[in-house]
């Protein structure tokens, strides 16, 4: 069944422990997307895709990073967790272009409680 | 600039009650304009997207240009509604969502 998976589901860690949250999707999307997500607040984008070895950094500023080797998969790291990287992080697809592209399918997200 | 307004942050209303979750924004283009909605323990997805002109659910919201609004409606609430509600707003020319802008977020309650 075509979906977006998130793994980690819950995580804590220490202060200055690396981590890499997993997103892959089965839905043959183009585009990917990882936002940023606290309570009461907008969703924030941190990172996105066009593709295989295209990544760029959104609006909001991050200590992470990202990589897309292969299609499906787009992971996040971060070298060295702190307190104020405790959020709940969202991965996303799109489709490629069209009047898809801006509609967007949600992972379940990954909640990063780093003490 | 683009930006997305939800003035209420909670909002609670009877079962069988008219709901109204309130979205503004300013953008100087042409907008798309799109409402999703995160149920308890379930992933954010999309409701509806003003240029399908659907009704989602029992909800409909109507793109007003002239005042820069796109509320979400629903006559009759159920207490399956409640759910967090996110307006979101991207130029209707981008080729992605990368441009893609969400509002802060209502909390909608239904009460039995």
């Known amino acids: 069944e075509a979906d977006i998976y998130q793994t980690p589901r819950y995580l804590v860690i220490g202060t200055g422990k690396k981590i890499t949250l997993e997103c892959s999707q089965t839905?043959?999307?183009?585009?990917m997307y990882w936002y940023q997500q606290d309570p009461g607040m907008e969703l924030h984008l941190i990172h996105y895709?066009?593709?295989?070895?295209?990544?760029e950094k959104g609006d909001l500023s991050s200590e992470s990073t990202v990589s897309r080797i292969r299609t499906e998969h787009f992971p996040l790291t971060l070298e060295s967790a702190r307190p104020s990287h405790t959020s709940q992080y969202l991965c996303?697809?799109?489709?490629?272009?069209?009047?898809?592209?801006?509609?967007?399918?949600f992972g379940a997200g990954s909640r990063l409680t780093v003490l | 600039a683009q930006r997305v307004t939800q003035p209420e942050k909670l909002l609670s209303v009877f079962k069988g009650a008219p709901v109204e979750l309130k979205c503004n924004y300013s953008?100087?283009?042409?907008?798309?304009l799109f409402w999703y909605v995160q149920y308890s323990r379930q992933r954010l997805q999309l409701l509806l997207r003003?240029?399908s002109r659907e009704s989602i659910k029992g909800f409909t919201a109507d793109l007003n240009k002239g005042e820069t609004s796109f509320h979400l409606k629903k006559p009759f609430a159920q207490e399956e509604d409640s759910a967090m509600y996110y307006c979101?707003?991207?130029?209707?020319?981008?080729?992605?969502?990368?441009?893609?802008?969400f509002g802060s977020g209502t909390q909608l309650t239904v009460l039995p």
């Open positions: 996303a697809s799109s489709l490629g272009g069209g009047s898809g592209a801006n509609v967007l399918t």
């Open positions: 839905m043959g999307h183009d585009k």
């Open positions: 895709s066009y593709g295989v070895n295209s990544t």
């Open positions: 953008y100087s283009g042409s907008p798309e």
């Open positions: 003003h240029i």
């Open positions: 979101a707003l991207s130029p209707i020319s981008s080729g992605s969502a990368r441009q893609l802008t």
